[in-house]
């Protein structure tokens, strides 16, 4: 990021600014991609039997995700400070609590416990780049995927090495300053994941799978739907876009004044759940052609995706390329999760960006052991959602996101002035406008809480 550079806008961050509209698309666009879009929004869609599932998220995403989307960059940037200082003070100059700040304390906390499991997971990326240098793809039928996967995630000592590897080098971006290298990566990294992507959307499209596939993508089976897996769309949509813990927040704080955040949403939000359908797309004939079950749970496209480079022209070369970029998207991934931490314990306890992203980085890496032993040594120990690893995702995605959102909504709509936030919307049309803040005030919270609500059996929606 360049130095502060907003001339006239009423606040200026501490950290400077990017460097423009594009920068600051990349930026939000590498945070919002990521293994939620390639590894978790299949392994979900899976779990939760397909189609019907599909069109909730995406009615999600679109009623709540885009305009809470907004409402994050434009606190942020009206703001010009962390999620929490930001929110008290734009509480406070509406006459309203400082205690608003919470919400961004809260995550803050989902944060911590995300990127807790994410660089796990983002750890297993990491380990496929050798592996399928290594050629242990192959030529491998779904049995030798299995075990490869089994013998990485059976031994805590490997897969701890590897999330302490991913841990190291995402603290080691973040303590430097969300800068130009982040930009730069991002304009190569999203589109070269896409061409490999489409690159294995031919092979999907060519295995035999491919009808079975799409059909259980899109042809929706409302029988398959229950009130949890409503929630679980929902919370899928907030960490796609990784929405309701501040990320987007604390980077629409260095947001020039003057950029469009309506469009800036909408650019995001499509290419986001374009990606998203498009893994869907190869993993799932895949999983068909090869006669295995969509409900594989986390170890999904480590045990469909060689499956497709072990038996393509050129897969060895692919099947690399794939998980380095991967890991690349989960990267830019994991500094959007810790960055709010880190902007917080800057302005609020005056830490150096360094001393704070250590600090930081070492909490989460501890308790992401958590999550490497879930996987192993404690691979027993269920309760709640399942594993440790399946209770810390499920309390984060499922409540915090959901619950973070619902007060960020809130507080854009009700708390916030339409005389702010019109302002720093500056949307073209009053229409457009009044539908923001329409969605904002009713349509995100009451969704929100229905949502809850069925998901307990209080409401009957499914
Ligand atoms: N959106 C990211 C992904 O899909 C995860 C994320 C969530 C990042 C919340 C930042 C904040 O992988």
Redesign the pocket.
């Known amino acids: 990021m360049s130095p502060a550079s907003g001339i006239g806008s009423p606040r200026q961050s501490l950290h400077g600014q990017w460097s423009s509209r594009l920068a600051f698309i990349l930026a939000v666009t590498g945070?919002?991609?990521?293994?939620?879009?390639v590894w978790?929004f299949p392994y979900i869609v899976g779990d939760n039997g397909g189609g019907a599932f599909v069109l909730v998220y995406l009615a999600c995403v679109l009623a709540i995700g885009l305009p809470l989307m907004m409402s994050e960059i434009l606190v942020g940037r009206r703001g010009r400070r962390n999620p929490v200082m930001a929110m008290s003070l734009l509480a406070q100059e509406e006459g309203s609590s400082r205690h608003w700040g919470l919400v961004g304390l809260m995550g803050v906390l989902a944060?911590f416990i995300?990127l807790s499991f994410?660089s796990v997971i983002a750890g297993w990326s990491v380990a496929y780049v050798f592996a399928s240098g290594a050629g242990r793809f192959s030529g491998a039928d779904a049995a030798q995927v299995g075990s490869l996967f089994e013998g990485l995630t059976s031994s805590w000592a490997t897969i701890g090495f590897w999330h302490t590897l991913f841990m190291v080098m995402t603290v080691m971006v973040v303590a430097r300053g969300v800068e130009k290298g982040l930009e730069r990566a991002v304009r190569i990294l999203v589109p070269a994941l896409v061409g490999i992507m489409l690159i294995l959307l031919i092979y999907a499209i060519t295995s035999g799978g491919f009808g079975d596939g799409v059909r259980f993508l899109f042809q929706p089976d409302f029988s398959q739907l229950s009130g949890a897996s409503v929630l679980v769309a929902l919370g899928q949509a907030f960490?796609?876009?990784?929405?309701?813990?501040g990320?987007i927040m604390a980077y629409g704080a260095y947001l020039p004044e003057g950029t469009s955040i309506g469009s800036t949403a909408i650019t995001v939000v499509i290419a986001?759940t374009a990606i998203a359908i498009l893994a869907g797309l190869v993993i799932f004939p895949i999983v068909f052609a090869n006669g295995l079950e969509t409900a594989q749970g986390p170890g999904l496209i480590f045990l469909t995706l060689p499956l497709a480079f072990g038996n393509m022209t050129g897969g060895l070369v692919f099947g690399t390329l794939f998980f380095i970029l991967l890991t690349f998207?989960?990267w830019t991934?994991?500094i959007?999760?810790i960055e709010p931490a880190v902007a917080w314990m800057v302005e609020r306890l005056k830490l150096t960006r360094a001393q704070a992203a250590v600090s930081a980085g070492g909490v989460i890496w501890l308790l992401g052991f958590a999550t490497v032993f879930s996987f192993n040594l404690l691979a027993d120990v269920q309760f709640g959602a399942g594993t440790i690893f399946d209770n810390a995702d499920y309390l984060t995605n499922n409540l915090m996101?959901p619950l973070g959102g619902l007060f960020i909504t809130l507080f854009a709509g009700w708390v916030l002035s339409a005389r702010v936030t019109r302002d720093e919307l500056a949307l073209a049309g009053e229409g457009r406008y009044r539908l923001w803040r329409f969605l904002t005030r009713w349509v995100a919270p009451l969704a929100v809480v229905a949502v809850f609500l069925n998901a307990i059996g209080l409401l009957r929606l499914t």
């Open positions: 945070s919002a991609v990521g293994l939620g879009n978790r944060g995300i994410y960490f796609t876009l990784s929405l309701g813990m990320a986001d998207a989960a991934s994991a959007g999760l996101l």
